[in-house]
């Protein structure tokens, strides 16, 4: 009976032993993950006044964007500015905050070029007025289970290099243009009801919506191949600019595509110039005119009238 008890009591204090233990040892592996600052970023995006970026894709070249006023802007090579929708300066901001870290990668400098944020990594800084804010490196990324990616970064003067969620580069390692309004049209087509297309000599037409039925001069259409159309230019970019274009070449334009949406009354998209030498323009984004020969641009916009109708 004696020796029953003695052993049930040592399986007892065995038991109890082993859980004490293990509860030391999780703590110490939390402690452990946790001894790295839990947010290395710290700042009221509110009082932002500017970012300014040295992306590696453009070796290093800087890229201001700043507020002016409640508007903001990036500084082009040209000195000239353009605005930033605020849509993208947002988004940058909120990029920035996101950045937490989940892990320290190394702890010297020594190894910071093995990670990409020593200068060859693409920098970031961030002002509040003249006050540098926030300065920090992105280096490269990672690829983490399940199907996740990671990127590793420092900042300002702190030696270790940590890993955080998120490709930083997608948003950080771009050129001026990127962050520029592209916009040329931005609607639902559901919204219109006609399209006229100016052209040159008689081959300009109109596309006439009636119940729900596209006609032109009175025929119908291929339905299918006019919403796929009209779903193709219903969010309509282009990131290839031309920023100093001749004045005479803008005086009249040689075709003009003309929107009547129930939304947003008209909207036009001129081409000017010739086939060779065509640059487009939109009334959403008047200031801005792009490059109409890139990857054939003005001929996914102005498109013949054959291009409608059923060859049935």
């Known amino acids: 009976m004696f020796n029953k008890f003695s052993t049930k009591s040592l399986i007892i204090t065995f038991a109890v032993l082993l859980i004490v233990v293990t509860l030391f040892l999780i703590k110490d592996s939390i402690q452990g993950e946790r001894s790295f600052p839990s947010n290395i970023v710290s700042i009221d995006t509110a009082k932002v006044t500017a970012i300014y970026l040295y992306p590696k894709s453009i070796n290093h ?22 605005i930033v929708p ?51 490196t992105i280096g490269k990324f990672a690829y983490r289970q399940p199907q996740s990616m990671s990127t590793y970064i420092r900042v300002g003067n702190d030696k270790n290099v940590y890993l955080t969620d998120g490709f930083l580069d997608l948003t950080f390692n771009h050129g001026a243009d990127y962050f520029r309004d592209n916009t040329l049209i931005n609607d639902d087509y559901n919204n219109w009801n006609k399209v006229t297309f100016t052209y040159p000599a008689d081959s300009s037409f109109q596309l006439i919506k009636k119940n729900n039925l596209w006609f032109i001069n009175n025929r119908q259409t291929d339905s299918a191949v006019v919403v ?28 003009t595509l003309s929107i009547q949406s129930s939304a947003l009354g008209l909207i036009n998209v001129y081409a000017y110039g010739d086939t060779s030498d065509c640059i487009i323009n939109s009334s959403q984004n008047p200031d801005s005119y792009f490059d109409g020969e890139k990857e054939n ?3 996914r916009v102005f498109v013949g009238k054959e291009h409608f109708i059923s060859k049935k």
């Open 86 to 136: 605020n849509i993208k300066a947002q988004h940058l901001l909120s990029q920035i905050l996101s950045i937490k870290p989940t892990s320290v990668a190394a702890e010297s400098a020594d190894k910071w070029k093995d990670f990409n944020v020593d200068t060859s990594g693409t920098r970031v800084e961030v002002f509040d007025g003249s006050d540098n804010v926030l300065d920090f």
């Open 297 to 299: 641009f003005w001929k």
């Open 61 to 82: 070249n800087k890229v201001k964007i700043y507020k002016e006023g409640n508007v903001w802007k990036v500084l082009l090579t040209n000195n000239k500015s353009a």
């Open 228 to 255: 796929n159309y009209l779903r193709s230019i219903s969010n309509l970019s282009q990131y290839f600019y031309v920023d100093n274009p001749a004045p005479q070449q803008l005086m009249k334009a040689k075709f």
